[in-house]
């Protein structure tokens, strides 16, 4: 089976650093994307890992670690405007395999 | 930029209406999908499809069907809704290139059923 698990709920204040994590056990593994999703809008593209290591974007960066089965988001000076659900995704396998979603986390920045 | 297309942002329908939902992209993207999200569920695959005339049942296909009939266009189908299927039903599309290629999400149906 396939299961990705993520934490429901963080809270972190504006201008700190924040790490999401996500531990996933599937059947393959082709890559792991993370979304960002505001509330009452559509899930848009963060990051997609499919090597080991730390890939960094802006503030955001993400990593991953294959052999742990394990990836987290690393949000740092953190903005008002960063209050979003995050969603991990897993490829799990190659070719034309839907993506297996966590349940999302729901990150709160407080002032 | 990727535009996928909703119909309806707010859609409210009665017990054993039958309910269209379209979704329409704009890049020639051969792959598309329909998710409902719920609070502490996430999103959960109802069904998917890799080319015209072609669909997949993905996880939760029990009261859902769908229809591709053009590459552009995935309507999702509630033959006869069912309260329990209120929820916000969201539409995406990818190229084909590997299960590697970046979802473009539409923004959204908000669906209530009475």
């Known amino acids: 089976g396939q299961n990705i698990d993520q934490p429901t709920e963080m809270t972190a204040t504006e201008g700190a650093i924040v790490q999401i994590n996500c531990t996933y056990q599937?059947?393959?593994?082709?890559?792991l994307f993370w979304y960002q999703q505001h509330a009452g809008e559509a899930p848009t593209f963060l990051s997609y890992n499919v090597l080991d290591g730390l890939e960094e974007k802006g503030r955001f960066s993400s990593f991953l670690s294959r052999s742990k089965g394990y990836s987290y988001l690393l949000l740092k000076e953190l903005q008002m405007k960063d209050s979003a659900s995050y969603l991990c995704?897993?490829?799990?396998?190659?070719?034309?395999?839907?993506?297996?979603f966590g349940k999302g986390t729901r990150l709160s920045v407080i002032a | 930029d990727v535009k996928v297309t909703q119909s309806s942002r707010y859609l409210v329908k009665r017990t054993g209406e039958k309910v269209f939902l379209e979704c329409v992209q704009d890049m020639d993207h051969e792959n598309m999908f329909w998710y409902r999200q719920d609070p502490g569920l996430g999103l959960r695959l109802i069904y998917f499809?890799?080319?015209?005339?072609?669909?997949e049942k993905g996880d939760i296909p029990e009261g859902y069907s769908v229809s591709r009939e053009k590459k552009e266009r995935f309507s999702l189908i509630l033959e006869s809704a069912s309260t329990n299927q209120t929820s916000m039903y969201l539409c995406?599309?990818?190229?084909?290139?590997?299960?590697?290629?970046?979802?473009?999400f539409g923004s959204g149906t908000q669906l209530s059923v009475l």
């Open positions: 995704a897993v490829s799990a396998f190659s070719g034309n395999t839907p993506l297996v």
């Open positions: 499809s890799y080319d015209v005339k072609m669909k």
């Open positions: 599937t059947s393959g593994f082709n890559g």
């Open positions: 995406a599309s990818s190229s084909t290139g590997g299960s590697n290629e970046k979802l473009f």
